[in-house]
C-alpha cells in the first residue's frame, strides 16, 4: 500500500521512518524532482506525520488525535507553509521574517523557533523554493544552519542547482524521481471518477505516456486542445531544418489560447518546454545507445540525436526559458528568444 496514500515514493517513505525510528530526522531537507510528482503532497504528510501524537508503524499519521485532525484541516500551529503569491515572482521576503515594522517578530524564521503549541515537534514546509529570491534565501541560512531543537524544515523545489550553494550544503537532499505511467494513469483515474467525470481510458492511456511521470502534466494532456498540440509540437521538433518561425508562431498560438489568464498560459508554454526537454533527453540517449520512447518522441529525438553539442545546448537553453517562465518573464519575447536559439544552435553557444 502506497505510503499515506501517495504513490511512487515508499522507498523515500521507507528512509524516513528508518531515520525516525533511530532518532535521526533531520532539521532541514531540499526535496528535488520534476514538478507533479507528488513532493509537495510528501512534505505536508510527513509533517502530518511529525507532530502526530500516535504515530503508528512506518512513520504513519494515525489520522484521529488532535494534531492530524489540525494538520488535515490545514490549521496546525506546529506546521508552517509558505507558498509563492501566484501574482509575484518570487516568494515574499515578508513571508520569511515579516513586514518592515514585524522583522524578525512575524514570518517562518520567527515562528520556527516558538515552542511547540500541541507537542514536542515544529515543521516548516518551504513550497515553491525555486522561487526564494537570494535576499530569501540569505534570511533562511541562520535557521538552517541551526535549526531549533524538534523543528524540521523542508524546501521543495525542482532541481538542487536552483538553489544557492550555501542553501544546498545546509540541507539533506531528497531526490523524487518521476511517477511510474501506470501510476500517473491511475491516480488520475481515480480523481476524475471522485469528480464524477468521465474517463476515456484510451485518452489517458496516451497522456500518461506523454507526461513523463507527473500528474499535473497528464492533467493538462487530457484536454484536446492540449493533446493535439503536443502531437504538432513533436512533428515541429522532428523536422529539419527546425523552421523556428513556424515553431514560436505556433506555441505562442497555443498559449495565447488559455485565455488572458496569466497562470493557465504559462502553465501551456511550461508543458512545450517539457515536452521539448522529452525530446532532448530522448535524443542523449539515443545518442548514447539507450533509447527507448513512443514512436512519435522517438522520430523527434532522432532529428536531434546526430550532433550530442547541439542538444545539449538547446537542453540548456529550454532550462533556461523554463526558469524564465517562473520568474514571470514577456511570454512573446520569452518563445521569440527560445525558438531562435533553437533554430540557430551557434547562438545559443556563443551566449
Known sequence: MAWQGIEGHDEIAARFAAANARGRISGAYLFVGPPGVGKGTFALALAKAVVCAQPRPGM???GTCASCMQAAAGSHPD???????????????????GDDEHRMREGLCWRILLRPALGTRKVAVVMDADHLAEEGANCLL????????????????????????????????????????????????????????????AALTLAAQAAGGSLARVRLMLDPEVAEFHGRLLDLLASRPLRGVDLGRETLAFVEAAGKEAQPRRARLRLVLD?????LREAAHRAAGSAAAAPQLARAAAAWSTDVDTVVSAFERTLD??????????????????????EEPRLARRS
Do not use: Y
Open 60 to 62: 504513519v499519521a494515525c
Open 275 to 279: 515536452a521539448t526537454l522529452d525530446v
Open 142 to 201: 541562520k535557521t538552517l544552519e541551526e535549526p531549533p531543537a524538534g523543528s524540521v524544515i523542508i524546501l521543495v523545489g525542482t532541481a538542487p542547482e536552483r538553489q544557492l550553494p550555501t542553501i544546498r550544503s545546509r540541507c539533506q537532499v531528497v531526490r523524487f524521481a518521476p511517477l511510474p505511467t501506470e501510476a500517473v494513469r491511475r491516480i488520475v483515474a481515480a480523481e476524475m471518477r471522485a469528480a464524477d467525470l468521465p474517463v476515456d481510458e
Open 79 to 97: 506546521i508552517d507553509v509558505v507558498r509563492k503569491p501566484e501574482d509575484r515572482a518570487t516568494i515574499p521576503l515578508d513571508l520569511l521574517i
Open 321 to 342: 526559458a523554463v526558469d524564465a517562465v517562473d520568474r514571470n518573464a514577456n511570454l512573446g519575447v520569452l518563445v521569440d528568444a527560445w525558438t531562435a536559439l533553437l
